[in-house]
């Protein structure tokens, strides 16, 4: 009886592992490009935190943003709606959001995966930025983040409260330390519970400004000969991109600590490419790196859609894995981290994503639905990284076009991810299959599809004539 008692025993303990819901952290960052990290081949910047979660997890070569600028592609990643479908096409708070955007902030009576994960009983935070909805006057009503299903939450760029508090001093060299800080004081308080944990990290966007001690180790690309006065673009990025490391590792050994290391699945993943050299304001911002990739911050171009996407969970999620086959989207994680937990799925008419929950295990997918982007914007930078405003993915084929049928571009992306070789002249069936499901989302999905300014998916750059000078 002893026996048979112990094993019984052994079996329900067994049973309640299997069963139990896996905790999320989610830490996204702001302008961080695809070639940014060690785990996606830079050999400069020193991220030894993130470099073991990738070590400790599953790295995705494929992973797709629903916009390459800031507030459509967090609607979309927590709506699981292509962002142009749910009216917010731009940055939420600038003058071109204002005029161009279809609704102020995103709607709280839709559906997020905040909600879904509140129900099943986590407790939901969310600590840095928002984005999504908030006013410089007092007197509008902006739904704070508690609207769209989260417990707990300290944010800007929304009208909720601030992740700052009394005596703190917020600087552009410790937000990503504050903001690491916030998540280990969510961790530490419910640790016993299931939960679901947003760190959005608001560096690597401009304006950088870090300390001598946070640069020290990058000095040697700053020219000796102005180490006096000045400090270059890479050793301000660089010192930057290791102060996220630094919070990177202070939430992984608080997980640790609390013994929920295995319990909890973390990504670490960034809202679009890096920032294009601009502006004044950006210029430090603009020594981030799209690694092989073509486009940056603002562009449809892989270079300002495709970022890192890593997952860890010990025992769960493959170790030391690279998944170069599935193309997986921000617009999926609804589906995907909801299935991956055991939680009841969105209704399928009321996402764009699917379930790719099985590649976070271990096993390829091959997407069954096609992607779709809407970028009415301009493009900054280099003439060669503004791309036209429409996009979509379907398998390996990527096709670009202005509504009005101009800059027609097509790409077969597993033999060209670099975007440098046009087929749109040689692979006319395929170029009209695209083009012709393209412009029925463009007609019939996108909300106010004509609310463009008249320099979207334009180059914008004056070709010399005779006479110009």
Same mark, same amino acid.
């Given at each position: 009886?002893?026996?048979?008692?112990?094993?019984?025993?052994?079996?329900?303990?067994?049973?309640?592992?299997?069963?139990?819901?896996?905790?999320?952290?989610?830490?996204?960052?702001?302008?961080?490009?695809?070639?940014?990290?060690?785990?996606?081949?830079?050999?400069?910047?020193?991220?030894?935190?993130?470099n073991r979660l990738a070590k400790e997890g599953t790295r995705f070569t494929q992973f797709y943003v629903a916009a390459p600028v800031c507030s459509p592609s967090r609607a979309g990643l927590v709506t699981g709606r292509?962002?142009?479908?749910?009216?917010?096409?731009?940055?939420?708070?600038?003058?071109?959001?204002?005029?161009?955007?279809?609704?102020?902030?995103?709607? %709280?009576?839709?559906?997020?995966?905040?909600?879904?994960?509140?129900?099943?009983?986590?407790? !939901?935070?969310?600590?840095?930025?928002?984005?999504?909805?908030?006013?410089?006057?007092?007197?509008?009503?902006?739904?704070?983040p508690s609207d769209y299903g989260i417990t707990e939450s300290g944010t800007t760029h929304s009208s909720g409260p601030g992740f700052v508090r009394t005596g703190e001093v917020i600087t552009n060299a410790n937000k +990503?330390?504050?903001?690491?800080?916030?998540?280990?004081?969510?961790?530490?308080?419910?640790?016993?519970?299931?939960?679901?944990?947003?760190?959005?990290?608001?560096?690597?966007?401009?304006?950088?400004?870090?300390?001598?001690?946070?640069?020290?180790?990058?000095?040697?690309?700053?020219?000796?000969?102005?180490?006096?006065?000045?400090?270059?673009?890479? !050793?301000?990025?660089?010192?930057?991109?290791?102060?996220?490391?630094?919070?990177?590792?202070?939430?992984?050994?608080?997980?640790?600590?609390?013994?929920?290391?295995?319990?909890?699945?973390?990504?670490?993943?960034?809202?679009?490419?890096?920032?294009?050299?601009?502006? +004044?304001?950006?210029?430090?911002?603009?020594?981030?790196?799209?690694?092989?990739?073509?486009?940056?911050?603002?562009?449809?171009?892989?270079?300002?859609?495709?970022?890192?996407?890593?997952?860890?969970?010990?025992?769960?999620?493959?170790?030391?894995?690279?998944?170069?086959?599935?193309?997986?989207?921000?617009?999926?994680?609804?589906?995907?981290?909801?299935?991956?937990?055991?939680?009841?799925?969105?209704?399928?008419?009321?996402?764009?994503?699917?379930?790719? %929950?099985?590649?976070?295990? @271990?096993?390829?997918?091959?997407?069954?639905?096609?992607?779709?982007?809407?970028?009415?914007?301009?493009?900054?930078?280099?003439?060669?990284?503004?791309?036209?405003?429409?996009?979509?993915?379907?398998?390996?084929?990527?096709?670009?076009?202005?509504?009005?049928?101009?800059?027609?571009?097509?790409?077969?992306?597993?033999?060209?991810?670099?975007?440098?070789?046009?087929? +749109?002249?040689?692979?006319?069936?395929?170029?009209? %299959?695209?083009?012709?499901?393209?412009?029925?989302?463009?007609?019939?999905?996108?909300?106010?599809?004509?609310?463009?300014?008249?320099?979207? @998916?334009?180059?914008?750059?004056?070709?010399?004539?005779? @006479?110009?000078?």
């Open positions: 009886m002893t026996r048979r008692l112990s094993f019984l025993l052994l079996l329900a303990a067994l049973c309640h592992l299997e069963a139990r819901q896996p905790n999320v952290v989610f830490i996204f960052c702001d302008d961080l490009g695809w070639g940014d990290l060690g785990a996606y081949g830079n050999r400069e910047i020193q991220t030894p935190h993130i292509f962002p142009g479908e749910v009216g917010i096409h731009y940055a939420i708070g600038g003058p071109a959001g204002t005029q161009y955007n279809s609704v102020p902030w995103l709607d %709280a009576d839709l559906p997020t995966i905040y909600d879904t994960f509140k129900r099943a009983g986590y407790v !939901t935070g969310h600590y840095g930025k928002w984005h999504m909805g908030h006013s410089e006057d007092a007197s509008v009503n902006v739904p704070p +990503s330390e504050l903001i690491g800080k916030r998540g280990v004081e969510f961790i530490e308080r419910h640790a016993d519970e299931p939960f679901f944990l947003s760190l959005w990290i608001m560096d690597p966007h401009s304006v950088l400004d870090p300390t001598q001690a946070q640069m020290d180790p990058y000095m040697e690309h700053t020219h000796p000969q102005v180490r006096d006065h000045y400090r270059s673009s890479m !050793t301000v990025y660089y010192a930057i991109i290791s102060n996220i490391d630094r919070a990177v590792g202070a939430v992984m050994e608080s997980l640790e600590a609390h013994g929920l290391r295995e319990d909890t699945l973390v990504i670490f993943s960034s809202d679009n490419g890096p920032s294009p050299l601009w502006s +004044s304001g950006t210029g430090h911002a603009g020594a981030g790196s799209a690694g092989p990739l073509r486009g940056v911050k603002g562009s449809l171009y892989e270079g300002g859609i495709r970022v890192p996407f890593i997952a860890s969970q010990p025992g769960r999620v493959p170790e030391n894995s690279v998944d170069t086959q599935t193309v997986l989207a921000a617009t999926d994680l609804f589906t995907t981290l909801s299935a991956y937990a055991g939680l009841p799925l969105p209704e399928s008419d009321s996402v764009d994503g699917e379930n790719l %929950a099985a590649a976070l295990e @271990g096993e390829p997918q091959l997407r069954k639905k096609a992607l779709y982007w809407d970028y009415r914007f301009g493009s900054w930078g280099r003439a060669i990284q503004k791309s036209p405003r429409l996009a979509m993915r379907d398998g390996d084929w990527k096709l670009m076009m202005n509504p009005d049928g101009s800059r027609v571009e097509l790409y077969n992306l597993a033999d060209d991810p670099m975007e440098t070789a046009d087929r +749109s002249a040689f692979d006319s069936i395929q170029l009209e %299959a695209m083009r012709a499901q393209l412009m029925r989302w463009y007609a019939e999905e996108l909300m106010d599809p004509e609310l463009a300014p008249p320099w979207s @998916g334009r180059i914008g750059w004056p070709w010399p004539r005779s @006479g110009d000078l």
